[in-house]
């Protein structure tokens, strides 16, 4: 139950947060082919045969992708899935060749975990909370549309040297209660997989991206609201200020008689 409390114009509501994270991995090859994962290489110069989907290949993961994922599983003393299985998630991006990412929707490398975190340093024991993980799960990301910066020139450019990059995606339970708490989650979360070496966080770098899941309801309800999901957030400072933007969006939203 969430203990945060936005006091509006025809009541009092509560707000949920959850966060889904995803963490490049650090290896010196793709999630299912050896191409390179060096940032800042020239356009296209670090895609194999399989990155570009041509016709016949065969995926094989990278055996170090999925050690640094259990890696991750036993940091936060979460299940480890002695069981998985990767799926097609189908969705049509430019940047996206095969028309479908390969992730794991359904059976997931690891379960649920938990992390603590201190929400003030001058009171570690009173102010620390646990925040429930769901899963982690290991997925490819997909490359990086360029758009032209000339206004009368309507042109994209598609670079596929990150398609195919091994991310891990930790999906934490609705238990963030404000803007405050998912600093405090994302901060020891960074920490962690600096620590075990699992990534290199550099969100400047697209290393580390955040997913925030917001929503509001009254006081006292037992249902959900409807989320609103703010995607590829790359800064702790962006969490903070789409998360907080959102519960006064939504909240007063929902008082002038709209529906989020």
């Known amino acids: 139950m969430s203990t945060y409390r936005i006091a509006g114009a025809t009541g009092v509501w509560e707000v949920v947060v959850g966060l889904e994270v995803h963490a490049q991995i650090t290896t010196q090859s793709k999630l299912f082919s050896g191409a390179a994962t060096a940032f800042g290489a020239e356009p296209n110069s670090q895609v194999s045969l399989v990155d570009a989907a041509m016709p016949g290949m065969?995926?094989?993961?990278?055996?170090?992708?999925?050690r640094q994922a259990v890696r991750t599983g036993l940091a936060i003393n979460a299940q480890i899935n002695k069981w998985s299985r990767f799926d097609r998630k189908n969705y049509f991006y430019a940047d996206l060749p095969q028309g479908y990412q390969i992730s794991q929707?359904?059976?997931?490398?690891?379960?649920?975990?938990?992390?603590?975190?201190?929400?003030?340093?001058?009171?570690?024991?009173?102010?620390?909370?646990?925040?429930?993980?769901e899963r982690i799960h290991v997925e490819q990301d997909a490359g990086k549309l360029m758009h032209s910066e000339d206004p009368s020139v309507h042109e994209s450019y598609v670079?596929?040297?990150?398609?195919g990059t091994p991310l891990i995606e930790i999906v934490s339970e609705p238990d963030i209660d404000n803007s405050d708490e998912a600093v405090a989650y994302l901060t020891e979360l960074k920490k962690i997989l600096e620590y075990i070496d699992v990534s290199d966080c550099n969100m400047e770098q697209g290393s580390l991206r955040v997913d925030a899941n917001v929503s509001v309801r009254p006081v006292g309800s037992d249902k959900l609201?409807?989320?609103?999901e703010i995607k590829n957030l790359n800064s702790f400072k962006s969490v903070k200020a789409a998360i907080e933007y959102e519960i006064s969006r939504q909240s007063e939203l929902i008082e002038s008689g709209g529906k989020v």
């Open 58 to 66: 065969l995926p094989v993961p990278n055996r170090e992708c999925i």
């Open 225 to 228: 609201g409807t989320r609103v």
């Open 105 to 133: 929707l359904y059976h997931p490398l690891v379960g649920e975990g938990s992390l603590e975190v201190v929400l003030d340093e001058k009171d570690p024991e009173g102010s620390a909370k646990t925040i429930g993980i």
């Open 159 to 163: 670079d596929l040297n990150r398609a």
